[in-house]
């Protein structure tokens, strides 16, 4: 798929899944591309988990219901960085940004290769989950879940968001929305 075609079609997926197996040859295409995103001072600071045993897909996917696509993903790529992120330029860190570059790369290509995903990030933050899935995912304490991936074939267009237009987020040369 051409590169703006996957663009203008990724979107958040959150409905049903095929039952149909991710292939480990995909999916490592996907994690590809994120180990192909830019990162601060080329820091590579994110590591992945690709999860396809389907026992532990399932038994994370339990955590949330409300989320049909996790819970009927047929696979999961766990996004992991540093729980304390150091200074890698003059005091900055930019695991979180490394992390953010790379889960993108990678909703891009998971569109590309015809399946659906959402970014899971905000949910992983509250009632200790991202520290249960690490658990279950072997990542030492120092480390944290930041972001996961459901990976499935969906099964039906899902609702898609409205994106503000152009005129109203970007401008050439001056932040103005009087300048066209
Ligand atoms: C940093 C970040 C955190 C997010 N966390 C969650 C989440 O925890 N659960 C969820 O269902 N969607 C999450 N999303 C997806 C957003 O809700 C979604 O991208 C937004 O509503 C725009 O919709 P779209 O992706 O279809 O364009 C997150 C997205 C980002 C960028």
New binding site residues.
């Given amino acids: 798929m051409e590169l703006f075609e996957a663009i203008r079609r990724r979107?958040?997926y959150?409905g049903a899944f095929e039952d149909k197996e991710v292939p480990r040859e995909d999916l490592k295409k996907i994690v590809e591309a994120g180990l192909k995103a830019p990162s601060g001072v080329n820091g590579q600071t994110t590591t992945f988990i690709i999860v396809d045993d389907l026992v532990l897909v399932r038994e994370i996917g339990m955590m949330h219901l409300k989320?049909r696509a996790l819970r009927e993903a047929r696979a999961l790529i766990a996004c992991v960085i540093d729980r304390k992120p150091e200074a890698i330029y003059e005091g900055y860190s930019f695991q979180i940004e490394d992390c953010?570059a790379a889960v993108e790369n990678m909703l891009l290509a998971i569109t590309a290769l015809g399946y659906g995903s959402?970014?899971?990030?905000?949910?992983?933050r509250l009632e200790g989950r991202a520290e249960k899935i690490g658990g279950l995912l072997g990542v030492p304490a120092e480390k944290i879940v930041r972001v996961i991936l459901p990976v499935g074939v969906p099964v039906e267009e899902g609702p898609?968001?409205d994106k503000k237009p152009f005129g109203e987020r970007a401008w050439f040369n001056s932040w103005s929305r009087a300048i066209k």
């Fill in positions: 979107y958040s959150r989320n953010a959402v970014w899971i990030d905000g949910w992983l898609r968001k």
